[in-house]
């Protein structure tokens, strides 16, 4: 190794500055780890004790106001001046997937709540009965009457709204005629007793009106010369049977025969007065009819020439 030469004014110069580096190193350890010596100033006691204060007491400390500046008062704090941060920010969700042909529908809105009806009084007038109650359709008029209470004598009798005269029997019961057009065909018909104006009026029954009983026979042919024809043939439906029949005779107990013609019969119910008009229909199967009857038969012929 090449020794430096102190003759030589360049490495004199290096020799000089390491030497000086080196002791400015050791300055340096030496001021940190054991420090140039010194000793701090005493801070003064807070809580000196006043010399004329008796040993054992204390007393409290009241530090000196502090004086501020009319620029100190007037300046806010600095924490005023800071952004205050409400909350942290919520955390990024991913937007959830939805069905672009499913739409919202308003519901439809509540039906209107109506008020519960008005109870109706009840009418001043009672009808508790009537006779009859039942009758056959097609019968003739027969005299109807009502039962009940609080009747007057300017109430009337109404059927299907038709007015009849009334006869006032006492307030309990009123009478009237039916006349036989408003039976005439089966059914039920409205009754109510009320006054002509409408203002006083009864309660609502009825009279029903059943189909009259018919005859359960067919016309089927006649027997008779020309100026008189006086033997009808019928035919029961239900047995089929062939009766000869004439004026006066009653078929099934019931039904009287007052007529004969080439067209129709007439019989009469002898219970309800109705009269019922059969057609005379010809059953060529069976080989009955005026024009088909069977030929009589002869027991003997002479057959001498």
Not at 88 to 99: H, I, K, L, T
Not at 213 to 241: C, H, L, M, W
Not at 247 to 252: A, C, F, K, Y
Request: charged share 20%; glycine share 6%; aromatic share 6%.
């Amino acid at each position: 190794m090449q020794i430096a030469d102190i003759n030589n004014p360049a490495d004199r110069k290096k020799l000089i500055w390491a030497l000086a580096l080196g002791l400015v190193a050791l300055l340096f350890l030496w001021w940190t780890f054991f420090g140039f010596g010194g000793s701090s100033k005493p801070s003064a006691n807070r809580n000196t004790r006043n010399p004329n204060q008796a040993p054992g007491s204390q007393t409290a400390f009241n530090p000196a106001p502090v004086q501020q500046g009319n620029d100190e008062v007037q300046a806010p704090p600095l924490e005023q001046l800071r952004p205050v941060v409400c909350c942290a920010p919520p955390p990024s969700v991913a937007e959830a997937r939805r069905n672009i042909f499913i739409y919202y529908e308003k519901p439809p809105p509540p039906p209107p709540t109506e008020a519960p009806p008005t109870p109706t009084p009840p009418p001043p007038l009672l009808v508790a009965a009537v006779s009859p109650s039942n009758v056959y359709a097609g019968t003739d008029a027969f005299t109807f009457e009502v039962t009940g209470d609080r009747f007057t004598p300017e109430v009337r009798i109404t059927v299907d709204g038709g007015e009849l005269p009334t006869r006032f029997v006492s307030p309990q019961q009123l009478s009237t005629t039916v006349p036989a057009a408003m039976i005439a065909n089966a059914g039920a018909r409205q009754v109510i007793v009320r006054s002509p104006d409408g203002k006083v009026y009864s309660n609502e029954t009825s009279i029903n009106v059943n189909p009259a009983p018919v005859p359960n026979f067919t016309y089927i042919g006649i027997i008779g010369t020309q100026r008189r024809q006086d033997t009808a043939i019928v035919q029961e439906k239900g047995s089929r049977e062939i009766l000869n029949v004439q004026r006066g005779d009653v078929l099934g107990a019931r039904f009287r025969l007052t007529s004969i013609s080439e067209k129709e019969i007439v019989l009469v119910d002898t219970t309800l007065k109705i009269k019922h008009s059969l057609q005379m229909t010809t059953d060529q199967n069976k080989g009955f009819g005026p024009q088909s009857r069977p030929t009589p038969k002869v027991e003997s012929e002479d057959d001498e020439p």
